[in-house]
């Protein structure tokens, strides 16, 4: 059964950086993309980072410039380095994988709390 798990989450002061880390455990075959999400209270989950098989990315507008995905393949791992963290970004952030062959399917993790403080 696969299995994501983050780690890197915590307590941070407005302009401060954190770094997420998601690794995968019981896959024997790799992703095609690999990214992060997070839901704030009382908002819908949205798309942070997306970290595409060939190595391309995409941002939400609000992290462009400050954010970025890195991933290792070979060891299904997929990073978020947060700087010029802002009180809005604080969420839980969810680890996201799909494959596309010979479906569709979507992993996730359990998320990691992520607070800025002002």
């Known amino acids: 059964q696969v299995q994501l798990a983050e780690s890197g989450g915590g307590l941070v002061q407005a302009g401060g950086s954190l770094i997420l880390s998601c690794a995968a455990s019981?896959?024997?075959?790799?992703?095609?993309?690999m990214g992060w999400y997070r839901q704030a209270p009382g908002k819908q989950r949205e798309l942070v980072a997306t970290?595409?098989?060939?190595?391309?990315?995409n941002y939400a507008d609000s992290v462009k410039g400050r954010f970025s995905i890195s991933r290792d393949s070979a060891t299904n791992t997929v990073d978020l380095q947060m700087n010029s963290l802002k009180p809005e970004d604080t969420a839980v952030y969810y680890c996201?994988?799909?494959?596309?062959?010979?479906?569709?399917?979507?992993?996730w993790g359990k998320g990691t709390q992520v607070t800025v403080s002002s």
């Open positions: 019981g896959s024997s075959f790799r992703f095609d993309d």
């Open positions: 996201n994988a799909r494959t596309y062959v010979p479906g569709l399917r979507t992993y």
């Open positions: 970290i595409f098989s060939g190595g391309s990315t």
